[in-house]
């Protein structure tokens, strides 16, 4: 009888890992997904723009196979929503940037939940604009390597304070941590260290910049070719912000051809909806800059609001020859198609929006459905309103609003409305719409509720931004609005997990400020650019109020107090809770930034 030693058996397991993964990862491409912020087709010189420097998008783009027709949302968080999701945003619950309203609903599986079940590596670096709070924020929807920004953007109301885009604190993996260096470039190069820690695996690398969005802070070095081109102050910034990005793709191609990977890795680059700033328009007159020939910017539902570039780049794949797709195509699809392409088997069952394009993007005879409808709109709003800055696209066709027809082959800058001449077009598209929004529209009363008490986030930092207000202008959403002191209050939309005691600080600065409630906030300089915070109004609170559901607790501001805290026992369940301050003029002030800590159980109420 022959004996098997522990040594061997270690081998065989050891061999028999290795034999499991060649047959299962080895050969699954790695997916890196590049997403800009606020850049839209113009805004790259191989689209014909003379002003802008784009070499390593440029080359990217000449490589790849190119989707001329691609279009998203015309804002970022439903841009962001539908990419992750494979579905309509306004399905999942984001059709807003600000007011609880850009929280992904927690049932909706991620592209990082579902590569994440598939054996893949999975990181985000740069812009999440999803949720902050659990269980909306990335570290909770499948991204196993986070490194990220409060909010929408560098600077808002729930980024770390006085965050300017150079040497900033960040969240990794939820926790604070301070890092050297412009933005872009610590999220790139973060990206890069995780890649090169999962090159032998299998991984999607979402890197989602923050820029070119405002505040257009960038290095000089970056903006003064193009101010001594005579291109006016903020343009140039932008097209800075756009000539970092670029030498940042520069770096990462590189190194994924030092690495060895670079064959087997599906790079896409894209944007999350249309210009910014790299046009001026007028109406339907071009003032200035550069838009493609295309009418609107960020937030219109003309083209040039969420028309944007797509580029997909894959040698192995046979993705790496430059070749244009100019049938409609839209971010829902990207996640289908993925899918497909790396071979996903472990897929739970989704009713997508989107469809697979991977017999297109390799090679096959088929031709996407010359009467396929897409729908999108720009709400901004509590609930969506029918029409409301929507756009119906069917082939060459626009329908806006319900009232508007264009037909982009013969008036591709959307001039002439031909709604009155092509009664047929329009009737098809409107009853589609209708059809649409009769699926869509009854979850539109439903909520995203941030879970308090949780087992995971010890305490939770509740801000201004995810207030739920009737009115957009009353959301202070960045910290610029918070230091004027922007007036209004609202609530939050919470979900108790556990019934017990709570302790609930209010104030109105966050916590790292470290300020008296009624002190100003000092101005801020930035040491890196021309930027620069005004100092905060003073503001005289006297009392503070917490409500949650139709319970009300109060307090006198103690002077000199930074924040007012609340002990209070409260039953588990979803519900509203606001938090303010009465002024000494008798004005109520919602408190901009509320910290929750579950502290004990539940003994009575």
Same mark, same amino acid.
């Given at each position: ?9 270690? *081998? ?23 997403? +800009? ?22 080359? =990217? ?39 609880? %309203? ?7 599986? +991620? ?10 590596? +999975? ?47 960040? /969240? ?54 193009? /101010? ?6 903020? %343009? ?16 990462? %191609? ?25 046009? +001026? ?37 046979? =993705? ?41 993007? =390799? ?10 409808? *897409? ?70 009363? %439903? ?151 579950? *502290? ?6």
């Amino acid at each position: 009888m022959k004996y098997i030693t522990r040594s061997t058996i270690v *081998l065989l397991v050891f061999f028999s890992f290795l034999y499991i993964k060649s047959c299962s990862d080895i050969d699954k491409p790695n997916v890196i997904i590049i997403l +800009t912020d606020d850049m839209g087709y113009g805004d790259i010189a191989a689209h014909g723009n003379k002003d802008i420097s784009t070499p390593h998008i440029d080359q =990217l783009h000449d490589e790849s196979l190119r989707l001329t027709n691609f279009h998203v949302n015309p804002t970022c968080a439903p841009s962001r929503s539908a990419l992750m999701t494979g579905k309509d945003a306004n399905r999942v619950g984001v059709w807003h940037t600000v007011m609880g %309203r850009s929280l992904l609903y927690e049932e909706e599986e +991620t592209m990082a939940d579902i590569f994440s079940a598939n054996n893949y590596a +999975t990181g985000l670096f740069g812009k999440w604009h999803l949720g902050d709070n659990y269980p909306f924020a990335p570290q909770y929807r499948g991204f196993q390597e986070v490194l990220t920004h409060g909010g929408g953007g560098v600077g808002q109301t729930p980024d770390y304070w006085n965050n300017d885009y150079f040497d900033d604190v960040y /969240l990794r993996n939820g926790q604070e941590e301070k890092f050297e260096g412009y933005c872009t470039d610590v999220w790139f190069r973060e990206a890069l260290t995780f890649i090169k820690e999962n090159k032998e695996n299998p991984f999607l690398c979402y890197i989602s910049t923050n820029a070119p969005h405002t505040p257009l802070n960038v290095p000089s070095s970056y903006a003064e070719p193009y /101010l001594k081109k005579g291109i006016q102050e903020d %343009r140039a910034k932008f097209y800075g912000m756009i000539s970092n990005i670029d030498d940042n793709i520069g770096l990462l %191609r590189k190194k994924l051809e030092e690495w060895g990977i670079a064959d087997n890795t599906i790079l896409i680059f894209m944007s999350d909806n249309g210009t910014a700033n790299g046009a +001026t328009l007028k109406g339907k007159q071009l003032l200035s800059g550069y838009n493609a020939n295309m009418r609107g910017v960020k937030g219109s539902p003309y083209d040039g609001g969420h028309r944007v570039p797509f580029y997909v780049y894959w040698k192995n794949g046979n =993705l790496n020859h430059g070749m244009d797709i100019n049938q409609l195509t839209a971010h829902i699809d990207v996640l289908p198609t993925l899918i497909k392409m790396c071979g996903l088997s472990n897929v739970p069952t989704i009713n997508f929006d989107g469809i697979d394009l991977s017999q297109i993007f =390799l090679g096959s005879d088929e031709n996407l459905d010359v009467n396929r409808i *897409l729908i999108g709109d720009s709400q901004r709003l509590e609930t969506p309103k029918k029409w409301r800055n929507s756009y119906v696209m069917m082939g060459q066709w626009r329908l806006i609003n319900g009232t508007e027809l264009y037909n982009l082959k013969r008036d591709p800058s959307q001039v002439k409305n031909v709604f009155d001449l092509e009664h047929q077009i329009v009737k098809q598209l409107k009853e589609a719409y209708e059809k649409h929004w009769a699926e869509i529209s009854p979850s539109f009363h %439903r909520f995203a509720y941030i879970k308090l008490g949780n087992d995971v986030e010890k305490i939770s930092k509740l801000t201004a931004h995810d207030w739920h207000v009737e009115e957009q202008h009353k959301i202070p959403w960045n910290q610029q609005l918070i230091r004027k002191g922007q007036e209004g209050t609202g609530h939050w939309k919470v979900n108790f997990v556990k019934e017990g005691k709570y302790k609930i600080v209010l104030s109105r600065w966050p916590k790292e400020v470290n300020l008296p409630l009624n002190a100003q906030a000092r101005p801020f300089y930035s040491d890196y650019c021309d930027y620069h915070l005004e100092e905060g109004k003073k503001m005289e609170f006297t009392n503070a109020y917490l409500t949650v559901g139709n319970k009300t607790w109060e307090q006198k501001v103690q002077p000199n107090a930074s924040s007012v805290s609340f002990d209070v026992e409260l039953r588990k369940g979803e519900t509203e809770m606001t938090a303010s301050f009465k002024t000494s003029d008798n004005v109520l002030q919602g408190a901009y930034y509320v910290y929750v800590e579950k *502290l004990g159980m539940f003994k009575s109420i």
